[in-house]
């Protein structure tokens, strides 16, 4: 059993930035590929981003690319997602997730997470 805590949301204004952070519990961290996804208020969750197992690959969705930076420290077992030029329609409850497996063809990684934290909320105003 993986659990997931999210940290780092809270209120911006557009343009800013925000870096949300998830630690992991278990000792098999570095073998999971981790993401980020996000629902916002009366919509489905959806994907943002991902990152494999070691760190070397990374997956983003068109909606944050450029904006958006995952990344992870598996010595401290913990991913983060660094979020620039924050726009109001980034607003959402942002979820960490893992996966068994170390990485995964762009399916997997968008539905096929196997656990979930409890979300934090960013919150962008114009």
């Known amino acids: 059993q993986v659990q997931l805590v999210e940290s780092g949301g809270g209120l911006v204004q557009a343009g800013g930035s925000l870096r949300l952070s998830c630690a992991a519990s278990?000792?098999?961290?570095?073998?999971?590929?981790m993401g980020w996804f996000r629902q916002a208020p009366e919509k489905e969750r959806e994907f943002v981003a991902a990152?494999?197992?070691?760190?070397?690959?990374?997956y983003y969705d068109d909606s944050v690319k450029g904006r958006f930076t995952i990344s992870r420290d598996n010595a401290k077992n913990t991913v983060y997602l660094q979020m620039n030029n924050l726009k109001p329609e980034d607003t959402a409850v942002y979820y960490c997730?893992?996966?068994?497996?170390?990485?995964?063809?762009?399916?997997?990684?968008?539905?096929?997470?196997?656990?979930w934290g409890k979300g934090t909320l960013v919150t962008v105003s114009s």
């Open positions: 990152i494999s197992g070691s760190g070397i690959r990374t």
């Open positions: 997730a893992a996966s068994v497996l170390s990485w995964g063809t762009a399916s997997v990684l968008r539905g096929g997470m196997d656990y």
């Open positions: 278990g000792r098999t961290f570095s073998s999971k590929a």
